[in-house]
């Protein structure tokens, strides 16, 4: 599975950014996706995941109720759409895809610039 993610950019405090991460591969349906983040200075983090089915999303505390998680797995991508973003959330976001789990990721996309401006 190759991915490629999309859509980062810089965007004032309170904007909004769709990050998309386009999969090739006909297994995509078969993967979770997940969203992470690296700050500079800082270690990795986990953004948001969702099921293989679309079922079930997750999302860690800092950005539950502004960002949300989506899968179509007819055009094997998947969004993660931002509001109101905040400086802190200035950082470099990749997806990541795993095989029926959210908790473990075989495959990283190359990762798309999202900075805030305050």
């Known amino acids: 599975v190759q991915l490629q993610a999309s859509g980062g950019g810089l965007v004032q405090a309170g904007g909004s950014l769709r990050l998309s991460c386009a999969a090739s591969?006909?297994?995509?349906?078969?993967?979770?996706m997940g969203w992470f983040r690296q700050a500079p200075g800082k270690e990795r983090e986990f953004v948001a995941a969702?099921?293989?089915?679309?079922?079930?999303?997750y999302y860690a505390d800092s950005v539950k109720g502004r960002f949300t998680i989506s899968r179509d797995n007819a055009k094997n991508t998947v969004y993660l759409q931002m509001n109101s973003l905040k400086p802190e959330d200035t950082a470099v976001y990749y997806c990541a895809a795993g095989w029926r789990t959210w908790k473990q990721y075989n495959y990283w996309g190359q990762g798309t610039q999202v900075t805030v401006s305050s």
């Open positions: 591969g006909r297994t995509f349906s078969s993967y979770a």
């Open positions: 969702i099921s293989w089915s679309g079922g079930s999303t």
